[in-house]
Every structure is written in C-alpha cells, then in structure tokens.
C-alpha cells in the first residue's frame, strides 16, 4: 500500500497504514515521531516532480501471536537532489514495523530507512 500509494503520489492513502504514534527513522535525520508530523514529509516527497520508488526483495515477517509484523525491502528511491537541483537516486534497506492497534486494523509504528554507500 506504501508504494502504491507514493507511485499514485497519494499522501493521504500513505498515511492511512501509519499509526498515531509512527517514529520514522532517516539516515542523517532526527526521528520524525507521530503521524501528524510525518505528513508533512511525505507529502513534500510526493510533490517532488523527480520521485519515483522502486521496492525489490520484500518479505514480511509475521509474529506467531499475529499482533507483529516486519516487512524488508531494498529500495531505489530518485529524488531532486536540493544542493544540485538535479535528480539523484538513493538506494538501500527498508525495514517497517507493524503492530496491531485497539481496533485490530495492523499499522506501521516504525519506518526505518537505511541508505547503502554509493559504489
């Protein structure tokens, strides 16, 4: 739903799966904690001409009690770069954390993205 919803450039849809309480750790970034201040930033990148995201080998992990679950991905994530003014890709390693919420409805609580150094 989380690419979808960036490749639909969708950031109400993005912020649907997120819990209240979503931490959003970004390399070289302070956390971005709770969902009201992480819609800001999604909706930025959604407005960047240059994104675009591509996911590949995604797995989702899935606790035996079903209330958790860990979804990993590599991504390929182009932007514009704002020192250049150009597009620039970044690619790297994409964990998120699902917990189960009081009403049963399972949403990301932690998005942690990782950078892999560039070649």
Not at 50 to 64: G, P, Q, R
Not at 97 to 103: I, M
Request: charged share 20%; no cysteine.
């Amino acid at each position: 739903t989380q690419v979808d919803a960036y490749a639909a450039r969708d950031p109400a849809r993005a912020a649907s799966i997120a819990a209240p309480d979503l931490v959003t750790m970004f390399h070289g970034e302070a956390n971005v904690v709770g969902l009201e201040a992480n819609k800001p930033v999604m909706t930025a990148q959604m407005s960047d001409p240059a994104m675009k995201l591509e996911v590949s080998d995604e797995a989702v992990d899935v606790a035996a009690s079903g209330d958790l679950a860990v979804y990993h991905a590599t991504y390929r994530f182009t932007f514009t770069n704002p020192a250049t003014k150009q597009p620039a890709t970044e690619v790297g390693n994409w964990v998120a954390v699902f917990k189960r919420q009081p009403d049963g409805a399972m949403k990301m609580s932690k998005d942690i993205i990782a950078d892999m150094r560039a070649p």
